[in-house]
């Protein structure tokens, strides 16, 4: 179950404003809550990269406040400049979007995840994506937790969920926008 406590530790660290450049921890969302150890693997979407485990740090883990094969996608601003642009360009006071699929709105409102807590220590930052963690070694969580109300957890963080029949026109968007972005089983999205 989802507390208070949870919704405001994520608050607090899923805040651009609040979030330092130290990570002391990193997490990884499943619906599965029995995992308790991730060994490294190759994914399916990366064939050329090393075996790893990865992990997202607080400032990126709305985007994974999805199950787990939800086609979705996000944008965000990091400043000043970027939320003037950001405000104009997507009719939005938030701080960050996300968009997913209206066929998969029952679900988001209905699912579950669990937040698996890691060490950063035990984890480098992924250079390929910002807010990704990853190590070539087993890791075991510190602890997991229960999320039991995702639409809580964003808007908890002040993070826009906006449902759409297809993602398309507004990843044209985002691409146009120059602002940072992330989109995630894209490739399980309606054409």
Known sequence: MTTHRDIDVITESASPESVSTSVD??????????????????????????????????????????????????????????????????????????AAETDWME???????????????????????????ITDQVAYPKRVDLLDDLLALHAAANVEVRFTPRLGALMDRILESGLPFSFVRIRDAKR
Not at 65 to 70: G, I, K, L, N
Not at 75 to 93: G, H, P
Not at 119 to 130: G, I, L, T, V, Y
């Open 25 to 98: 921890y990193v997490y990884h969302y499943s619906e599965d809550g029995t995992i308790r150890r991730f060994a490294p693997h190759v994914p399916q979407s990366n064939p050329g990269h090393p075996a790893s485990v990865w992990a997202i740090d607080a400032a990126h883990s709305p985007l994974y406040w999805f199950p787990r094969y939800c086609p979705r996608i996000s944008v965000w601003a990091r400043d000043d400049r970027e939320q003037a642009k950001f405000t104009e360009l997507f009719e939005s006071e938030a701080t960050r979007i996300v």
């Open 107 to 133: 679900r988001v409102r209905d699912g579950k995840l669990y937040r698996y807590v890691f060490d950063a220590s035990d984890f480098q930052p992924w250079q390929e994506a910002d807010g990704q963690y």
